[in-house]
């Protein structure tokens, strides 16, 4: 330890303190904990600080204020520097004050989400900056020496990689990919090593093209020029990570400490083991979810957003950001590479191509050759409901040719649980959620029947009769998977069936299982909802039947009918990648329905373009700008009266271009005991919608509503 330093003022620091809702505060650096090396205290360096009865994790944001007299004796002062993470970068920092700004949302939130919860434990922080409680044998010095260690290791000319790739391998990959690669490097700026030409590349394939391969031959050549790169490679869902591993792991010769692994279904210890192996940089691969992009990443060099297309990238958290939309911000603002995927591109995205922002590749086959599966559009106002009462006859006879050739079939139907509702035939009584304004799903588990409401998850038994009328035939309306499950079961009897949905697949071991077992091409039945619909490869699946899809088309959301058409071209795309019988059969009552017509067209993006037309018309996203005020309470009286309260206050203020729309329910008004409405903001111009919401806030900050969320550029306006 330095000898102290000579008594001297309090050096006064700016930090912003790491839990949801704070901000910055003004602390003192007490002379007595001076040492040399402390005096040098920069921005982005990490504090233990008190906060009322807590102590807590804070980052430095300015190292030098100029005191104040009046706030002398309201400053507190640092507890000590927690060293076992790495000082955030001047970029870093600004790129998290960013979040916080267009999000709305506090410094401190933003934070949260960076820094996993088990480094920012009271035990942690408190052993940090108390050397003789801060011994080896602690769970965060294991972890320090772990990863200095794996630092010393690693050799610098390669990273982790035992053999660096030289080139591509062109026996891999079909003259298309290789035409993409081609395309993308010279977008990307590879030939001529310099950031500062590199161009995003989006990289619209169609299910089955390779776009994987694609992303790892890119991520090869960045490594061949930069061979200390990091690379943050995003997917939109959990399920997901496991396979994607094992591929990249192998594709691009790596060792398995060089990969991280980031997202929320990890215990706590685990993201932390995994999120310090990525900021210390011993990993050079980062795969994870929307909240990995939060990683303060010391080398990162190029991002991939693969499905960019799928609305689980954006947060319906306390924090409702895009790592979409700040994924190319990220990349911009620092200068990094991005390539963004996916088979059906977001109209955001879209708008963007045809600006000129984004650089457009395109694969337009299947990378095994075959041809596109062929979609059939079974007319339910012809064809009646012979089989089980969810099957016609053509649909049938498809599926016992498809099993008598010793191939898969996949029944696609988005609607967990048994029944949908359960309801009294005599007198039309529901059984609904008593937290919630929404009926109860019934659920048949180990041959128990249980009622589950999927908003707030409570579990209960189902009435044994009717509370209103008495009768005690209580029956399930509608057809959920489960029930589905029980009627293929009993009209292909012999034939082996798997469900995937989230009750079967509960656990990540369990759906990486079942994942392996449906590898196997054989005569077998699979019914899956939406987790299973994009990025798993099947090499047996030859037949795709879509059920019960024609409900989906009257949902009132604005973004509806592009969610539904991505769902279908994506669980389509499951069918037939390795032979050229596949065929997809689509149930419906609206078979002229231009969103199903689009799907049958030589280019489905041709029906996003049309989309995108309608978008501009109606100035909505991406030609126009919305935000949602939302906010919730005990009673619907008191929500509703404090929305009116705000709207009449807002609308008298006269905001400049910044239309406000009358508040109004959410869907559903009613979950977990509290009522939910909300109130939308929209402007042609991004400048009026913020001007508005900077209005609205301070028109609710005088009216004491204290619980308001801003959800900026939100998926729906409900």
């Not at 504090?47 to 009322?52: D, G, T």
């Amino acid at each position: 330890m330095s000898p102290l330093a000579p008594p001297c003022e309090p050096k006064v620091l700016s930090v912003a303190v790491v839990a949801p809702g704070l901000g910055e505060f003004d602390y003192d650096w007490p002379p007595q904990i001076l040492t040399e090396r402390d005096l040098e205290v920069r921005s982005g360096d990490w504090l233990v600080v008190p906060f009322a009865k807590r102590v807590l994790l804070a980052v430095v944001i300015h190292s030098n204020k100029e005191p104040g007299d009046s706030d002398r004796f309201k400053r507190r002062q640092v507890l000590g520097r927690f060293t076992a993470i790495p000082s955030l970068t001047k970029p870093q920092i600004e790129f998290l004050t960013f979040i916080a700004s267009y999000y709305r949302s506090s410094l401190g939130s933003v934070l949260s989400m960076v820094i996993p919860a088990w480094l920012r434990s009271s035990k942690n922080l408190l052993a940090s900056c108390e050397p003789e409680t801060a011994t080896a044998k602690s769970p965060l010095q294991k972890l320090l020496q772990k990863y200095a260690a794996d630092l010393l290791r690693q050799p610098k000319e390669t990273g982790s990689r035992a053999d660096p790739p030289s080139s591509v391998h062109p026996l891999l990959l079909t003259a298309e990919q290789q035409q993409a690669i081609e395309i993308a490097t010279d977008s990307l700026g590879f030939r001529e090593p310099c950031k500062n030409h590199a161009k995003p590349v989006y990289l619209q394939g169609v299910t089955g093209s390779g776009k994987t391969l694609v992303y790892v031959e890119l991520i090869k050549r960045l490594w061949q020029i930069n061979p200390e790169a990091q690379v943050l490679y995003l997917v939109p869902e959990i399920a997901l990570t496991p396979v994607l591993k094992s591929r990249l792991l192998d594709a691009l010769s790596l060792e398995p400490e060089a990969l991280s692994i980031l997202h929320s279904g990890m215990t706590d210890r685990q993201r932390a083991s995994s999120w310090m192996q990525a900021v210390h940089g011993v990993t050079q691969l980062i795969l994870g979810t929307r909240l990995s992009l939060m990683t303060p990443l010391p080398r990162l060099a190029m991002i991939v957003v693969d499905e960019e297309h799928d609305s689980s990238y954006k947060s319906q958290d306390s924090v409702r950001y895009s790592a979409r939309d700040l994924a190319a911000y990220l990349a911009s603002q620092q200068s990094l590479r991005l390539v963004m995927g996916s088979a059906t591109p977001s109209l955001e995205s879209l708008a963007q191509i045809e600006k000129g922002r984004y650089r457009l590749v395109r694969l337009l086959k299947q990378a095994t050759g075959a041809p596109r599966a062929a979609l059939v559009m079974v007319n339910l106002n012809k064809e009646r409901m012979a089989c089980a009462g969810v099957l016609t006859d053509t649909v049938h006879k498809a599926v016992e040719e498809t099993l008598g050739r010793g191939r898969q079939v996949l029944f696609f139907l988005n609607r967990r649980g048994y029944a949908p509702l359960l309801s009294c035939p005599s007198c039309g009584w529901t059984q609904g959620c008593e937290h919630c304004s929404v009926s109860m799903v019934l659920h048949k588990k180990t041959r128990q029947w249980q009622m589950i409401c999927h908003h707030c998850g409570i579990v209960k038994k189902p009435q044994p009769r009717c509370p209103s009328c008495g009768a005690a035939e209580l029956t399930g309306q509608g057809f959920g998977i489960q029930s589905l499950e029980e009627q293929l079961a009993a009209v292909f009897p012999g034939v082996a069936l798997t469900r995937v949905d989230s009750d079967s697949a509960g656990t990540m071991e369990k759906m990486t299982q079942m994942l392996k077992q449906l590898q196997q091409p054989k005569p077998e039945i699979i019914l899956a909802t939406q987790i299973l619909a994009k990025g798993h490869d099947l090499p047996g699946l030859s037949t795709v039947v879509v059920l019960d899809v024609d409900a989906q088309l009257l949902s009132p959301e604005f973004r509806a009918p592009e969610w539904l058409f991505s769902t279908l071209l994506q669980v389509s795309g499951r069918a037939g990648r390795h032979e050229d019988q596949a065929r997809v059969f689509l149930q419906t009552r609206y078979p002229t329905h231009p969103l199903f017509q689009g799907l049958k067209g030589d280019d489905p993006a041709s029906y996003l373009h049309a989309l995108l037309e309608e978008r501009r018309q109606a100035l909505l996203p991406p030609y126009g700008h919305i935000a949602a005020l939302r906010m919730t309470a005990r009673t619907e009286l008191a929500v509703q009266d404090q929305f009116n309260r705000l709207y009449e206050a807002l609308v008298q203020s006269k905001p400049a271009d910044c239309q406000v729309h009358r508040p109004s329910p959410s869907y559903p008004e009613k979950r977990a005991n509290q009522y939910r409405w909300h109130m939308v903001l929209e402007s042609s111009r991004r400048g009026p919608l913020n001007a508005g919401l900077e209005l609205a806030l301070a028109i609710a900050q005088a009216q004491g509503l204290r619980d308001l969320i801003i959800d900026v550029d939100p998926l729906g306006l409900s």
